[in-house]
């Protein structure tokens, strides 16, 4: 046998099994993505306690940032009790971030909201509370029906949902769940477009019809009672 002429023996090992080619590397399975839970907690570490613009975090978030606000904007507003003085600024937000999904055109808020300081103390607060919100969130959620965020026709549709939600919150009335339902369908909407969960997406547009029946009916029962006043 010639000198240095590698023969199938040879490229076994004493255990009768083949040795690894020359060179080959080993594969090996890549560490889970961490969830935006776990970023969101790391983004609270990065900032620190120095005052951060709204737009710097949502350009840290890369861009699903959005969908946090808007999960942020709709808890406060998941309750019975109505925040008429509230809920109209914050649904005019949700309003403006519904639209420009439902045209297919990048999220945007206007420069002045976006260039705004939030205090230094408060952010850490913030982000730790998103943090928990999220952890709570996709404990029932996952990827399921992904069909339903790839096609476009879907995306549009919830980005039109979330509009008209945000234009529910600007009606100033006095009535019990009147800003709890459509804000309820805002939270679906964005954790489902977090998480990928075509189930929670339904659940979200069953939400909306729900609250479009529930000022349908308010709508119809003021116009009785003002009938029967005069």
């Given amino acids: 046998m010639v000198p240095g002429t590698v023969t199938a023996k040879s490229l ?4 009768g099994k083949k040795a690894p080619k ?3 590397a080993s594969v090996r399975p890549a560490p889970p993505a961490a969830s935006f839970a776990e970023e969101l907690s790391d983004l609270a570490g990065r900032f620190g306690n120095r005052p951060v613009c709204l737009g710097e975090i949502l350009d840290a978030t890369q861009g699903r940032g959005f969908n946090l606000l808007l999960i942020f904007i709709a808890l406060p507003f998941v309750t019975p009790i109505p925040m008429p003085g509230f809920s109209i600024p914050f649904g005019l937000v949700v309003a403006l971030i519904g639209t420009r999904m439902a045209l297919g055109q990048k999220p945007w808020l206007p ?3 976006l260039a ?7 952010l850490p607060k913030l982000l730790a509370t998103g943090s928990r919100i999220l952890k709570f969130l996709e404990r029932p959620l996952r990827p399921r029906l992904t069909f339903l965020h790839k096609q476009l ?7 039109i949902l979330i509009a008209l939600s945000g234009l529910y919150l600007v009606l100033p009335l006095p009535v019990p769940f009147s800003n709890g339902l459509p804000a309820l369908t805002v939270l679906l909407l964005s954790a489902a477009a977090l998480t990928r969960d075509g189930l929670c997406f339904i659940a979200g547009c069953c939400m909306f019809v729900l609250a479009t029946t529930f000022f349908v009916l308010l709508t119809l029962g003021g116009k009785q009672i ?3 006043l005069f």
């Fill in 12 to 15: 076994r090992n004493d255990h």
């Fill in 22 to 24: 020359p060179g080959a």
């Fill in 111 to 113: 420069q002045k909201l």
């Fill in 116 to 122: 705004r300081e939030l205090p230094a103390k408060f």
């Fill in 153 to 159: 026709i879907y995306r549009r549709l919830a980005g």
């Fill in 226 to 228: 003002m009938d029967h």
